[in-house]
């Protein structure tokens, strides 16, 4: 006879789940990469799908609708920045290509490539 379950396992993490971080350049800060504002003003398509690549999603999430607002939900939720479905979507829909630059900075940033 097996062993009974005494303590159910933890939910998933994703980073941490405490969050209080921030992130690491604003919404406008396109000067701190020029690369990735140069990209996202000629074609801003390519620079979703380049995030969506680094960031290890489909490179077709980007053409998905709600599929940024989604994977920024992720990508909060993994590098323990503050924030909420709510705004998620707010950002990726009425900022589209500032928070697709955010993002990228983001990833970017916390890969080193920066």
């Known amino acids: 006879m097996s062993n009974p379950v005494i303590t159910q396992p933890g939910a998933g993490s994703y980073g941490t789940n405490v ?4 992130w690491s350049t604003g919404l406008c800060s396109c000067c701190s990469d020029l690369l990735v504002c140069a990209l996202g003003c000629v074609c801003p ?12 999603e489909n490179v ?8 940024m607002a989604a994977m920024r939900t992720h990508m909060r939720l993994t590098y323990g920045i503050q924030g909420t479905i709510c705004n998620d979507a707010l950002m ?3 900022c589209g290509i500032f928070e697709t630059c955010r993002m990228t900075r983001e990833i970017r940033i916390r890969n080193g490539e920066t």
């Open 19 to 22: 969050q209080t971080g921030e």
């Open 60 to 67: 077709c999430l980007s053409c998905v609708p709600g599929g």
């Open 92 to 94: 990726t829909c009425c």
């Open 45 to 56: 398509i390519a620079l979703s799908c380049y995030t969506a690549h680094k960031y290890g």
